[in-house]
């Protein structure tokens, strides 16, 4: 029993925080799933994303579900490492998985591999818990990719992914209160619920 309680004990010295935001998604009025995001910091300076998605809903009489799952880490503001999987009706659509070699990133995933070496500071998981400010570009883990960062309006910021979805986040006093992905057939929002 002592090892557990030890173990316990040193997991709650090395997380400093912890914070998960949810919402639920809708697609032409209806709820048609769930999504939350996790971000724990660590005292290593690490800090942890994870997003995970799950909806299912009828496109054109016929049944669809989804589930996406990001993992991704962080350390000094700087990303360490990324995962994302996204499966369609029970088969994997995409996969990305990046790793910092310290040099590069090394991307391998659904497209092929290759690698760059501009740093990602903000990306989509980080934008659910700070607000952008003078940022010109954002990394889209599910693309490994870059993408401009626009402001149309006050406290609104959007980007258009390689996938042709336009993602749209909204924020008040600071915290993020919407999302949208217009997507080729309809439009996903993503309403806060905490």
Do not use: C
Not at 39 to 45: N, P, Q
Not at 54 to 72: F, P, Q
Not at 83 to 100: A, H, L, M, P, S
Not at 165 to 181: A, C, L
């Amino acid at each position: 029993m002592k090892p557990l309680v030890f173990i316990f004990f040193l997991l709650l010295q090395t997380t400093l925080s912890a914070q998960t935001i949810s919402f639920d998604v809708y697609m032409f009025g209806d709820k048609i799933g769930t999504m939350s995001i996790s971000r724990t910091v660590h005292a290593d300076g690490s800090e942890v994303y994870v997003m995970h998605t799950k909806s299912k809903a009828k496109v054109l009489w016929i049944e669809r579900s989804n589930e996406t799952r990001y993992d991704v880490v962080y350390k000094d503001g700087k990303l360490v490492s990324s995962n994302v999987k996204e499966v369609e009706d029970g088969k994997v659509k995409r996969w990305v998985q990046v790793k910092w070699d310290g040099a590069k990133y090394n991307v391998e995933g659904y497209k092929g591999k290759r690698s760059f070496t501009q740093v990602p500071s903000m990306s989509v998981v980080t934008i659910f818990f700070k607000e952008p400010a003078a940022v010109g570009s954002i990394y889209y883990e599910a693309e490994g990719e870059f993408n401009t960062l626009k402001s149309p309006e006050a406290h609104t910021w959007q980007f258009k992914g390689s996938d042709g979805q336009t993602n749209i986040y909204k924020f008040k006093n600071g915290k993020i209160t919407d999302v949208e992905f217009h997507v080729s057939i309809a439009t996903i929002k993503l309403v806060r619920t905490n």
